[in-house]
């Protein structure tokens, strides 16, 4: 298997967690004989330093010409007083849209061996196996028009979407709750919003289409808690940008760290691969990062891009031991025992490696036999 893949490491923890994702896409394609080519690129904070863009031409060439593009996080605090279109994170809004990708997976899966990290009781966290299917191309980070006048000291930004837009990313989500639990919540704010009334009305006309497949409503302001209270209840939730982007660091704290999360955009020219975190300023540098949500990123390029879906498990099995080992980075040392001193991003990496290599090599004896 052949695979070009993209590296935009970015900002702050983003070079940090996304060395230990490629260190793991390395062991894949050594141990499974694949060959795998990194070509890295510049965005973010460093891209506007380095270039004066956030979004230099040369990255967007180079990512449009491989089969998947892993980003780690952009976002610096030396630029917060730019505006937005200048900032880091116009970046990242720039090639998400060249690239294409409107659904944003971001699976939500509460770890056992996690079960004390979360602050969420042990029973309220226990088997919750949620995704998200976030719309990513529309909506209020997109919309016209988009202002600050100075002088009036006045703003707006625009929530908009068309009826083809919902129904596209919609489908994903029946399409993937079918293969799930049969099961699809939609989030909108239809009590207040036309654009949520649009929403609502789409995704039930699609729902026809999906007659095994259960659909929900919720409004998103209730659905913040209903998250929190009984986060097992729910299956696949289908929402648009703004709502799925602040669930999704929500139900963070169901699996023990927003370090734990990782996304995959798919529907677009090339596939799209970020850990749902940002660039956290406040660890960059410090060892501290949870590398696990990158790393579970790379296990999604591995099952989307390159249909490897026995080596994508046996990363996230690999994981899974390793937690179950009890290693734990800062981030979701809660519950530690006694004794046992949280170990560093690079330390954590290295345990992956170790776990998935010996899973591989167990995989590879049995097939000689
Ligand atoms: N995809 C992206 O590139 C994103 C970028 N950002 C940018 O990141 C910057 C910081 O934003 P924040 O609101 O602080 O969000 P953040 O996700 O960077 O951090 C929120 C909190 O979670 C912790 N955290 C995040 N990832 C972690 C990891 N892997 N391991 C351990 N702890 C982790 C951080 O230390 C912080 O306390 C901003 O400039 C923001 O615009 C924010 C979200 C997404
Ligand atoms: C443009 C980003 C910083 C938005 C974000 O937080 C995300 O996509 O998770
Ligand atoms: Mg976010």
């Known amino acids: 298997m052949r695979l070009k893949i993209a590296v935009l490491a970015g ?64 976002g610096d605090n030396k630029f917060n007083a730019l505006p937005p279109d200048k900032r880091p994170e116009a970046g990242l809004l720039q090639i998400r849209q060249a690239l294409g990708g409107f659904a944003n997976l971001r699976p939500s899966i509460a770890y056992t061996a996690l079960s004390e990290s979360s602050p969420l009781r042990p029973e309220v966290t226990k088997d919750v196996d949620i995704l998200f299917v976030r719309e990513l ?39 993937l709750a079918s293969k799930r639990r049969q099961k699809v919540t939609s989030v909108d704010k239809a009590n207040v919003l036309e654009v949520s009334q649009l929403w609502r009305a789409t995704v039930t006309e699609v729902s026809k289409d999906y007659p095994s497949v259960t659909l929900e409503h919720q409004l998103v302001d209730s659905m913040a808690m209903h998250i929190m209270n009984i986060p097992r209840n729910f299956d696949v939730v289908l929402t648009e940008n703004l709502f799925g982007d602040i669930l999704s660091d929500e139900a963070g704290v169901i699996t023990g760290s927003l370090g734990m999360l990782p996304s995959a955009t798919i529907g677009g020219a090339v596939n799209l691969y970020e850990p749902v975190h940002g660039s956290a300023p406040d660890i960059a540098g410090t ?83």
């Open 137 to 175: 191309l529309g909506g209020l980070y997109f919309g016209a028009p988009r202002w600050w006048d100075r002088e009036s000291n006045e703003a707006i930004n625009t929530m908009r979407y068309t009826r083809d837009e919902i129904v596209r990313v919609a489908r994903v989500a029946f399409e």
């Open 11 to 74: 900002d702050g923890i983003g070079p940090e967690v996304t060395h230990q994702a490629t260190n793991i896409l390395r062991a894949v394609a050594e141990l499974g004989g694949h060959e795998f080519t990194f070509v890295e690129g510049l965005i973010g904070g460093i891209a506007i330093t380095e270039t004066g863009s956030p979004l230099p031409t040369a990255t967007l060439d180079a990512a449009l010409e491989c089969d998947a593009v892993l980003l780690g996080a952009v």
């Open 287 to 369: 060892g501290k990062a949870n590398p696990l949500g990158a790393i579970l990123t790379a296990a999604m390029i591995l099952r989307h891009s390159a249909n490897l879906e026995q080596d994508a498990r046996a990363v996230e099995l690999a994981v899974n031991k390793v937690l179950d080992a009890g290693y734990r980075t800062a981030d979701i040392a809660r519950g530690q025992q006694p004794g046992q001193t949280p170990v560093s991003t690079e330390e954590m990496g290295k345990l992956v490696h170790q776990a998935l290599a010996e899973s591989i090599d167990r995989r590879q004896a049995m097939h000689a036999v």
